[in-house]
C-alpha cells in the first residue's frame, strides 16, 4: 500500500491520500510524496488538471501529532526537527500554486489544521455537503499560524481569525459562503462533481491555463497599476501564442479550435 496514490484518466491526474488509519494526516513521508508528485505532474505535459482527495473518514487532519511528539526528544527540544518540518509544508504548499495545473481539492469527512490550509491552498476545492472545517489547533494549545497564512486568503478576516481563536469548525454550507471552497455537494455526487470541474478545465488550451494561473497568484500580491501593468504584458505574451491565435479565429470562423 502506497501513502500517495495516483491515478491518470485522459488529461486529468487523481492524487489520492492514502493513510486512513492516521486521517491522512501531513506526516513527514505524506509532505514528501506529495510535493514529489506535485513537482513530478508539473513536468508532464499530458497532464491538465489535478484532484486531490483522501481516503477513509477524512480528508486531511493535518499534521502528523505523533510525530510532532518525537521530535521533542532531539537535544534542542525539537527546535530544528519543527522548523524544518514547518519549511517543508510551506513548501508543498506553495508548489501546489506554482505548478501549471489547476489543483482541486475533492474534500469530505473533515479538513482540519494544516489539513484545512490543504484546502485553502489549492485553487479550487469542491466539499461533501457535510464536510468541516477546522484551524481548531488553539484547542490544544498550537495556534495554526502556518494554516493561517493560506486561510486568510481565502476568507474574510474576522471570519478567519473568530476560527483560528476558538477553534470553531466551519461546515460546508458556511465555508462556500465565506468563499473557502466552491461549492458543496451530496457526497454521492462529489466524486463526479469533482470530475466534471476537472474536465472542464482539462478541456482548454494548456497554455493559456498556464499562463494565467501563474498571473493569478503574482498580481495577487502587487499594487493595482503594478498589477495591471504585469498583466498587460501577459496578456501580450499570450496573445503571441499560436494556438491563441487558432482559438480566436475558430471562435470568428464559427468552428471548435484545433489544438491537437
Not at 492514502?18 to 505524506?30: G, H, K, T
Not at 513536468?43 to 510532532?68: N, P
Not at 489547476?102 to 484545512?116: E, K
Amino acid at each position: 500500500m502506497t501513502i500517495l496514490d495516483r491515478q491518470d484518466a485522459g488529461h486529468i491526474a487523481t492524487l489520492t491520500m492514502n493513510a486512513p488509519d492516521r486521517l491522512n494526516a501531513l506526516s513527514d513521508a505524506m509532505l514528501a510524496a506529495l510535493h514529489g508528485a506535485f513537482d513530478t505532474i508539473a513536468e508532464d505535459d499530458s497532464i491538465r488538471a489535478v484532484i486531490l482527495r483522501g481516503t477513509g473518514k477524512a480528508f486531511c487532519a493535518g499534521h502528523d501529532l505523533k510525530e510532532m511528539q518525537a521530535g521533542r526528544q532531539a537535544p534542542d527540544g525539537g527546535a530544528g526537527y519543527f522548523k524544518d518540518l514547518f519549511d517543508r509544508c510551506a513548501a508543498m504548499m506553495q508548489r501546489v500554486q506554482s505548478m501549471p495545473q489547476p489543483v482541486i481539492a475533492q474534500v469530505h469527512g473533515i479538513a482540519t489544521a494544516a489539513g484545512c490550509q490543504l484546502v485553502a491552498t489549492c485553487d479550487m476545492a469542491i466539499a461533501a455537503d457535510d464536510t468541516r472545517f477546522g484551524v481548531n489547533g488553539v484547542n490544544i494549545g498550537l495556534f495554526c499560524s502556518t494554516p493561517m497564512v493560506a486561510l486568510t486568503r481565502n476568507i474574510p478576516r474576522k471570519a478567519a481569525f473568530e476560527m483560528l481563536t476558538t477553534g470553531r469548525f466551519l461546515h460546508a454550507a458556511e465555508a462556500r459562503k465565506l468563499g473557502l471552497i466552491n461549492r458543496a455537494v451530496p457526497m454521492q455526487t462529489l466524486d463526479a462533481e469533482t470530475r466534471s470541474l476537472a474536465q472542464m478545465i482539462a478541456a482548454k488550451l494548456p497554455t493559456a491555463i498556464k499562463i494565467g494561473k501563474s498571473a493569478f497568484y503574482e498580481q495577487l500580491q502587487m499594487p493595482t497599476a503594478d498589477a495591471y501593468a504585469y498583466t498587460g504584458a501577459v496578456m501580450v505574451e499570450n496573445m503571441l501564442d499560436q494556438q491563441t491565435n487558432e482559438g480566436i479565429t475558430a471562435f470568428l470562423e464559427k468552428r471548435d479550435p484545433d489544438w491537437s
